[in-house]
């Protein structure tokens, strides 16, 4: 018996070096999560677009997808994968990576409410929710519609997604609704990004400070998710 116990104890102690392993292979994504985001917002958000700043921007959220694997719903693995793609064909500022972002964001929030719904507990007032949510959008829409121009069903449709994915936020309790704030910083991040594309004149200060707000509030949406999903 004295053998087989050995045995058992030493399958223990393996499992308990993996575990650790993992936890420190995850804590180094993290880290890299977080430098990249920095370093983007402080020095690479305003620069022209280029490899090294496309690259950049997508390690913040793959890095993520990477350290989520062991514990989180695949279903969010995706959603930061799909969102550093999007990430990567906005980072190039042309309109067909303006057109892809869209398709490829679309996906991401799909996998996203994907993720919400596994933890969806219901909402006491669907219906204002819904009303509330819809007027922002919009509010935005009768302020900004001559500037959409060929964009504005793309617009539309990537709207009606963000609206989803809140409306599943809202009705989540994932570890005391981390989902929720990270919602809210998603939300706050895709109304300022519109008015930097259609309102916003490039180059002023208010287009300056809001770029940094925006990666800002993009990122801690991430890394909300992030946590309220793995811990």
Request: overall charge positive; proline content about 2%.
């Amino acid at each position: 018996m004295e053998p087989i116990g050995h045995l058992v104890n030493s399958g223990y102690s393996f499992k308990g070096l993996c575990r650790g392993a993992l936890v420190i292979v995850q804590a180094i994504l993290i880290a890299i999560s977080v430098a990249a985001a920095v370093s983007y917002s402080l020095r690479y958000r305003l620069m022209l677009p280029g490899r090294k700043r496309t690259l950049i921007k997508v390690t913040a959220a793959s890095a993520l997808a990477l350290a989520s694997i062991d514990d989180a719903p695949i279903t969010l693995v995706v959603f930061f994968m799909t969102a550093g793609i999007s990430d990567a064909y906005l980072s190039r500022e042309d309109d067909q990576g303006f057109y892809l972002a869209i398709v490829t964001g679309v996906l991401a929030q799909v996998f996203l409410c994907l993720t919400l719904f596994s933890a969806w507990t219901g909402m006491d007032a669907p219906l204002i929710a819904v009303l509330g949510l819809s007027g922002i959008w919009i509010g935005f829409f009768m302020m900004t519609w001559d500037r959409l121009a060929r964009t504005r069903f793309m617009i539309i449709g990537y709207s009606m997604g963000v609206v989803a994915v809140t409306y599943m936020a809202l009705g989540t309790t994932t570890h005391g609704q981390l989902a929720v704030v990270g919602m809210f910083f998603y939300l706050l991040a895709q109304v300022l990004m519109s008015l930097e594309f259609f309102v916003l004149k490039s180059g002023s200060l208010e287009f300056r400070v809001g770029a940094h707000i925006i990666w800002a509030s993009y990122y801690l949406s991430l890394l909300m998710f992030f946590v309220a999903f793995t811990t």
